[in-house]
């Protein structure tokens, strides 16, 4: 138990609908990164949220955005679905943005996208 | 820019072998983070090991041990006597101070009984 959820487990959408993804970060954790993860690859990074603002971003498009909330839950939120959206969508939290010793990134069970 | 490599994609063992994976990564920070991650088919990354980059000990847990040498970039994962429940996708990560992480393609393991 890494104490990170999401929600939901398993939804499948039509092309050019919107999603909601959501996730609960692990007590004490206040930086929350979403990763994209397609079938046979490993995980690639979208963005980072920390204090409820964008801390960082990976290569992929506007239609790709997120909130952070003052419990530090997060949402990943994806618009105009596209078929190679498609994939695991996985939410990791950390105690802070930064890596000194001690802090460690853990993963949620993650949310299975499928756009038809 | 980051890269890490897992140039091992698919590994297939009889119970009880030992087994090792390879990671092989660059970057150009002096001070990065090394990460094993083990995915069962379930989905989550369920976390093995973070190594600092200033700390090349290596690291026994269990059946599990890491072999971090930074002269060569690599922080390779050994098994030792391989159970079934080993069975899983292994992924090998890095990331700077930012804990923002890259990850290599990974490797399935496969442990027949």
């Known amino acids: 138990e890494t104490g990170v959820t999401q929600s939901p487990t398993h939804l499948i959408k039509t092309r050019g609908q919107q999603v909601t993804l959501r996730c609960s970060s692990q007590?004490?954790?206040?930086?929350v990164s979403w990763y994209q993860q397609a079938l046979g690859q490993g995980p690639q990074f979208i963005f980072q949220?920390?204090?409820?603002?964008?801390?960082g971003r990976g290569n992929f498009p506007p239609r790709f955005s997120g909130l952070q909330f003052p419990n530090y839950s997060s949402e990943l939120n994806v618009n105009a679905l596209e078929l190679d959206d498609s994939a695991l969508y996985l939410c990791?939290?950390?105690?802070?943005?930064?890596?000194?010793?001690?802090?460690?990134?853990?993963f949620g069970e993650g949310s299975w996208l499928t756009v038809v | 820019a980051q890269k890490v490599t897992q140039a091992q994609t698919e590994i297939s063992v009889v119970e009880k072998e030992d087994v090792t994976l390879d990671c092989v990564y660059e970057?150009?920070?002096?001070?990065?983070?090394l990460f094993w991650y083990k995915q069962p088919p379930s989905g989550e990354l369920v976390f093995l090991i973070r190594?600092?980059?200033?700390?090349?000990q290596n690291e026994i847990s269990g059946r599990y041990s890491w072999n971090f040498q930074k002269s060569t970039s690599s922080f390779n994962f050994t098994i030792t006597a391989s159970q079934v429940v080993d069975s899983a996708v292994y992924f090998c990560?890095?990331?700077?101070?930012?804990?923002?992480?890259?990850f290599g393609k990974g490797i399935t393991l496969s442990v027949r009984p």
């Open positions: 990791a939290s950390s105690r802070i943005p930064r890596m000194p010793t001690g802090n460690t990134i853990y």
């Open positions: 007590s004490g954790h206040n930086t």
């Open positions: 949220y920390y204090r409820e603002e964008e801390n």
């Open positions: 970057t150009r920070d002096t001070t990065y983070y």
């Open positions: 190594r600092n980059s200033f700390d090349e």
């Open positions: 990560a890095l990331t700077g101070a930012n804990s923002k992480l890259t």
